[in-house]
């Protein structure tokens, strides 16, 4: 139990008086969930996704080749999946994010093996749509990163969903370095890297190899989740994505009872929707009041025992009409079965947000 009984009771007082806000701080919100799309293989995974301004998604897939998909029409009944492009020297794709106006940068490995990346072949790419209302666009390497261990989740401060005004004029992106436990900071227009921040907070451990997972921008603050720590952190940056000099990294809240936290995204009120992978269920963590910003969390759809939301990896609010649809990306719990045995394909599920936003 993450609440108290306590809280609990205060809660159903709340719930009482208001019916949507603030949210229902029960158990599980078991908000509903249904499949958009499903890829035709078990052993399939499907990592992270971004929104088109017209609505469609793009999905990157780990397993088992390095597509990027589009999900036409996600919000409709006759939804498709369908291969965008594959991307060439690389085996599998990881992270995306919008850079621009259509345009998204994706980043990718050469794996050996799951999740065991070659030696310096993490790279980085720029997808550029040539026109909202069509397909077609142009695809280029922006860079490979020498010393790269697993590039993750990516966060951009030119997408105009960036939610910091002062984050506008840049044309860089930050890069989740699970493996490195670094955050990297790539320049859109010449491919350099560097090191962004390095930090006890994004680093992995000997239990799990995996470090600093997602990370966005929100504000004047750069959050990020910790799969090995358990924990959301957020660190106050200037307007080029640069901690401030005076800046001490934060931990907000600690996850004990969720193996794998995985990447997330916030709604428009600074809630954050996040991944608990081998939960096979979907987390808010609340943005409460004062100083107990991002204290408490509940499930809100899924269940561990349940292929709903098997493996999920990533969410991503909808455009438009879709708005209060929040879309997630699942592995097909092809890491950690159901029940400790049970896999299915890789797929996209919208889970419905609109009683609670
Ligand atoms: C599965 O989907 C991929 C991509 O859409 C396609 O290339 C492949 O032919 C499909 N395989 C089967 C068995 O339908
Ligand atoms: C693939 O990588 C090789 C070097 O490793 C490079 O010469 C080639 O241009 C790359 N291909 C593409 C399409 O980027
Ligand atoms: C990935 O492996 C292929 C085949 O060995 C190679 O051609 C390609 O250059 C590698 N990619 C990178 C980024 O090194
Ligand atoms: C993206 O594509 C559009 C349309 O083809 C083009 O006008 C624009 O310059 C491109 N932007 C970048 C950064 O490549
Ligand atoms: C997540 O899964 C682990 C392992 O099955 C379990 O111990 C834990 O209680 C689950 N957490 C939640 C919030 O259901
Ligand atoms: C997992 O086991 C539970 C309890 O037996 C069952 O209710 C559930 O349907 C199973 N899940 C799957 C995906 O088979």
């Known amino acids: 139990m993450r609440f108290t009984s306590f809280t609990y009771i205060i809660s159903l007082a709340a719930l009482a008086r208001v019916q949507a806000k603030p949210f229902p701080q029960t158990d599980n919100l078991n908000l509903p969930t249904h499949t958009v799309a499903s890829f035709n293989q078990t052993g399939s995974w499907f990592e992270n996704l971004a929104v088109r301004p017209n609505g469609d998604l793009l999905v990157t897939m780990m397993l088992p080749n390095p597509t990027l998909f589009h999900v036409k029409s996600p919000g409709s009944a006759d939804a498709q999946l369908?291969?965008?492009?594959?991307?060439?020297?690389?085996?599998?794709?990881?992270?995306?994010?919008?850079?621009?106006?259509?345009?998204?940068?994706?980043?990718m490995h050469n794996f050996s093996a799951f999740v065991t990346p070659v030696a310096d072949t993490g790279a980085v790419w720029e997808i550029n749509f040539s026109n909202?209302?069509?397909?077609?666009?142009?695809?280029r390497e922006v860079t490979v990163i020498k010393g790269a261990g697993l590039l993750n989740g990516m966060t951009s401060l030119t997408g105009k969903n960036s939610k910091s005004p002062k984050c506008k004029a840049e044309t860089s992106l930050i890069v989740a370095d699970s493996y490195a436990g670094v955050l990297r900071r790539v320049s859109l227009s010449?491919?350099?890297?560097?090191?962004?921040?390095?930090?006890?907070?994004l680093k992995p451990t000997t239990d799990s190899p995996f470090g600093v997972n997602g990370v966005h921008?929100?504000?004047t603050h750069l959050y990020w989740t910790n799969t090995a720590l358990r924990s959301l952190y957020r660190i106050a940056i200037d307007s080029s994505g640069y901690p401030l000099?005076?800046?001490?990294?934060?931990?907000?809240?600690?996850?004990?009872d969720i193996s794998i936290i995985d990447d997330f995204t916030f709604d428009k009120k600074g809630n954050i929707w996040a991944a608990a992978s081998s939960n096979n269920t979907m987390?808010?963590?609340y943005k409460n009041g004062g100083s107990k910003e991002y204290s408490t969390y509940t499930s809100a759809a899924g269940e561990v025992t349940s292929l709903a939301l098997g493996g999920v990896t990533a969410t991503a609010f909808g455009m438009g009409r879709d708005s209060n649809t929040l879309f997630a990306t699942t592995s097909?719990?092809?890491?950690?079965?159901v029940n400790g045995t049970v896999t299915e394909p890789a797929k996209v599920v919208a889970v419905d947000l609109s009683s609670v936003l």
Do not use: C, M, Q
């Open 82 to 107: 369908v291969p965008l492009y594959k991307f060439p020297n690389a085996t599998g794709l990881v992270g995306i994010t919008e850079t621009g106006n259509d345009r998204f940068a994706v980043n």
């Open 132 to 139: 909202t209302h069509r397909d077609d666009f142009t695809a």
């Open 190 to 201: 010449t491919g350099s890297d560097e090191i962004l921040l390095d930090a006890p907070e």
């Open 217 to 219: 921008v929100w504000g």
């Open 245 to 256: 000099k005076s800046a001490a990294v934060e931990v907000l809240l600690s996850l004990p």
């Open 283 to 285: 987390l808010v963590i």
């Open 332 to 337: 097909g719990a092809s890491a950690v079965p």
